[in-house]
């Protein structure tokens, strides 16, 4: 059973940054696109960014422009770089495969707040 550990989250001041990291337990990155997804408190989890295998990446439109994701095969990790926060993408962040077919973790906890 591959296991997804997800880190990098915290609190951070509106238009700040972070990058969080996903590591996988098993070599999976090099079969499967990847993707992070995030929930926000009463809200479903949606999809936020997705990764192919061979690097084609895609973003929900809210964002573009200020998120990249980012992977590395070899160390079978995944990142997401997130730039100019906003309250709004305060959430737990996951990542998993995509379409979703791993168990989920335990996500990291990213908090936007002045």
């Known amino acids: 059973q591959v296991q997804l550990v997800e880190s990098g989250g915290g609190l951070v001041q509106p238009g700040g940054s972070l990058r969080l990291s996903c590591a996988a337990s098993?070599?999976?990155?090099?079969?499967?696109?990847m993707g992070w997804y995030r929930q926000a408190p009463g809200k479903q989890r949606e999809l936020v960014a997705t990764i192919t295998k061979l690097g084609n990446t895609n973003y929900r439109d809210s964002v573009k422009g200020r998120f990249t994701i980012s992977r590395d095969n070899a160390k079978n990790t995944v990142y997401l770089q997130m730039n100019s926060l906003k309250p709004e993408d305060t959430a737990v962040y996951y990542c998993?495969?995509?379409?979703?077919?791993?168990?989920w973790g335990q996500g990291t906890q990213v908090t936007v707040s002045s």
């Open positions: 098993g070599s999976i990155f090099s079969v499967y696109a």
């Open positions: 998993n495969t995509f379409p979703s077919t791993l168990t």
